[in-house]
């Protein structure tokens, strides 16, 4: 009996790493077949062989070799993600553009059609790797955009730690066929997907286009937060795309510059973006969308590289509104996803190191597959004196930023996943503080002490202990909250629409961590249903108002929706995005006085 038990628990523990690991279904039934087989055969062969040698123990290494062989020749194959969830969705009609005729598919009520995997630019392969991007290349017959392209090169975990972090993490793991499959990766990438919404009308339809995040280094515009269907259906174009991440997208070298016509190097994942923007204001019109009403939007490093689109003397006139979540690059040191140009060549000179070649053409000949494996950090822009041409800041300054109104905001909880495995105690705490704040570290132990969360007086992210909680409050102004408040300001002193929200609401997925917004304003819950309750489809629907009038008007106020002030000289209110909306005064302000302290002095 025992063996027979032992089968069993096996065999589902071995179905379990299946389903997690993504394996194809044949490998379910190979091991439930091997499993059938132990039992079936167990007295015969023992019987058999019964004193010539331990049948028992070379039964049982049959079937853990057996199993093993199979969980290798089964794992899940490379492909595509498909536009849409539906099966064999309907095709639309076709639409021209000018490198050829393509057709998208409908979402499942045919509310909106999803035109996935177009591409915005040449392949940046080959010769092509480390430029500007080039002009995307026409087609002969009828283009099928039915899934969305590869994503970027970027490093990544095996299926079964994704499942893990899913289930211990987001909190959103679901078992389902047809998941047997690992999204294509590649570095031809420059793709992009446009979701428009059926019904016809006699306007042109405002444009949100959506930069994605992953600090520069990972990310894909497939992912379920921020696909446009529901706001499609409330009456926008939406667009979102892949660009190039890490030591493709982010690599420098000055061998680089000397070979461009532009002059440019480090900032071949932005040139991407403006390739993008440029191909929507040319194309968008064939979709039912307006060139002349592009709003500009991204989360994190998306939002980081909104910053840096407003500033760019390429994108000047190319778009009217801005949207920014959790991210920007506009104080006077920005704490990540912007760096010197000496920094830059630094990192490029790692790479080099790393494969022991001189230069850069030589990198061209290393396999993507390899060069992605390089421990240099190339997660930042530059200032390449192209598309970047002066500190943010300085154009801020000046007036010269082209954004003519910004809706932009931060969560809760920003900094707490970017600090799990930072242990903080009363001895440590100022010395973590310093990590980033240098010699203004004291000073900003004094304003938010190790034992804050101890204390009425303060807001504390994370109670669980006391220096830990702290610091994550420290980090999540510093790193994230800090650059809206920068931002907000110089909009303010420009007499230009800004809007300003604090997102806190509460969940069993991501809840307020970074990111958190993200489905509620894209209205993408129903996705993870079970995670959220109807407060929070509440909030999604009232958010995706917000947006939706925003990108038409410039103001997200709107008829049936609490009243979202204008953040002025005389106004400084966030509104507090949650159960009650409200608007608050932002809990960080004593905070971002030493910041300040910390942006205005020499080190």
């Known amino acids: ?62 079937f853990f070799i057996i199993l093993v062989i199979n969980y290798n ?96 993490g987001w909190n959103d793991y679901s078992i389902k066929i047809g998941d047997e499959y690992r999204e294509e990766m590649s570095e031809d990438c420059l793709y992009l997907n446009v979701f428009s919404p059926e019904k016809e009308t006699d306007e042109l339809l405002p444009v949100i286009f959506y930069i994605h995040g992953g600090s520069l280094t990972t990310g894909q515009s497939s992912y379920t937060e921020y696909r446009g269907e529901d706001l499609a259906k409330k009456g926008v174009v939406f667009v979102n795309f892949a660009y190039r991440l890490g030591v493709f997208g982010y690599y420098a070298s000055d061998d680089l510059k ?8 480090g900032n071949y994942g932005l040139l991407d973006q403006i390739a993008a923007l440029k191909w929507v204001r040319d194309n968008i019109e064939a979709f039912g ?81 390899e060069l992605v494996k390089t421990t240099s950090n190339n997660s930042a822009m530059t200032l390449d004196g192209y598309a970047i041409t002066e500190q943010p800041y300085l154009t801020y300054e000046k007036g010269n930023n082209h954004e003519k109104a910004l809706l932009n905001g931060f969560n809760l909880k920003e900094a707490d996943a970017f600090m799990l495995d930072t242990k903080a105690t009363k001895e440590n705490y100022v010395e973590l503080l310093a990590e980033d704040l240098s010699s203004y570290a004291r000073e900003m132990a004094e304003v938010l002490p190790y034992d804050a969360a101890s204390r009425d007086e303060y807001i504390i992210i994370d109670k669980k202990g006391e220096a830990k909680g702290s610091l994550n409050t420290a980090y999540s102004a510093m790193w994230f909250s800090y650059s809206h408040y920068i931002w907000t300001n110089y909009m303010v002193s420009q007499n230009k629409p800004v809007y300003e929200y604090y997102f806190t609401k509460t969940n069993s997925r991501i809840s307020n961590h970074h990111a958190g917004e993200l489905p509620y304003a894209y209205g993408n819950l129903h996705r993870h249903a079970k995670n959220y309750d109807e407060s929070d489809f509440e909030l999604s629907e009232i958010m995706q108002n917000y947006w939706v009038n925003f990108v038409k008007t410039g103001d997200p106020n709107g008829e049936g929706l609490p009243k979202w002030p204008l953040v002025t000289a005389n106004n400084q209110l966030l509104l507090n995005l949650d159960n009650k909306i409200e608007p608050i005064a932002d809990p960080n302000l004593p905070l971002y006085k030493v910041i300040d302290h910390y942006m205005d002095s020499e080190e």
């Open 1 to 62: 009996m025992f063996f027979y038990i032992a089968v069993i628990i096996l065999t589902i523990m071995y179905l379990i790493l299946l389903e997690l690991s993504k394996n194809i279904l044949i490998g379910w039934a190979v091991g439930i077949l091997a499993a059938v087989l132990m039992m079936v055969l167990k007295n015969n062969i023992i019987s058999r062989f019964s004193g010539k040698f331990p049948a028992i123990f070379i039964m049982w290494c049959a």
């Open 73 to 168: 020749l089964t794992a899940p194959p490379y492909k595509r993600v498909p536009a849409v969830d539906n099966k064999n969705p309907e095709i639309t009609a076709p639409v021209t553009i000018n490198q050829g005729t393509l057709t998208g598919v409908y979402n499942e009520d045919k509310s909106v059609k999803v035109y996935a995997g177009i591409p915005y630019a040449a392949p940046p392969v080959g010769d092509l790797r480390f430029r500007e991007p080039a002009a995307p290349q026409p087609w002969d017959g009828v283009l099928a955009c039915d899934h969305f392209g590869p994503m970027a090169m970027q490093p990544r975990s095996s299926a079964l730690y994704d499942s893990l972090s899913h289930i211990l």
């Open 258 to 265: 000397a070979e461009s016509p532009n002059g440019t190097t």
């Open 289 to 369: 969308g307006d060139p002349d009403r592009i709003t500009i939007a991204g989360e994190s490093a998306g939002a980081s590289s909104v910053n840096a689109l407003c500033v760019s003397p390429l994108t000047e006139g190319l778009f009217n509104y801005a949207i920014a979540e959790s991210s920007g690059i506009v104080a006077k040191k920005p704490f990540h996803t912007f760096r010197s140009y000496d920094d830059a060549l630094e990192q490029g000179n790692i790479v080099k190191e790393e494969f022991s070649v001189s230069s850069s053409q030589e990198l061209r000949n290393i396999p993507a597959e």
